[in-house]
């Protein structure tokens, strides 16, 4: 019953600014840590930002400064806008909600491709 959609990926230029979003449904959002991860063909799913119910943020070194992860509780959706965008940013993008119980919900997830 939980569902996490995320949308916003595509085909971006080097440099680009994409934002994406995910909405949540079937839970009650504004209690959990929500996380964006992402994953390339051939290497392992890693994980990009997330923040917590009080919005504190956590990011990985690759994409400090680049990359800013936020959310609305009330619209029970989380953001990741994305700066200065380069190749190796190329992944699939997927959403994740993390309970108290240690129990992970994932969505489908949105392609970004940084080519030009």
């Known amino acids: 019953q939980v569902q996490l959609v995320e949308s916003g990926g595509g085909l971006v230029q080097p440099g680009g600014s994409p934002r994406l979003s995910c909405a949540a449904s079937?839970?009650?959002?504004?209690?959990?840590?929500m996380g964006w991860y992402r994953q390339a063909p051939g290497k392992k799913r890693e994980l990009v930002a997330t923040?917590?119910?009080?919005?504190?943020?956590n990011y990985a070194d690759s994409v400090k400064g680049r990359f800013t992860i936020s959310r609305d509780n009330a619209k029970n959706t989380v953001d990741l806008q994305m700066n200065s965008l380069k190749p190796e940013d190329t992944a699939l993008y997927v959403c994740n909600v993390l309970t108290p119980l240690g129990v992970s919900y994932w969505g489908q997830g949105t392609q970004v491709a940084v080519s030009s």
């Open positions: 923040i917590t119910s009080g919005g504190i943020t």
């Open positions: 079937g839970i009650i959002f504004s209690r959990y840590v």
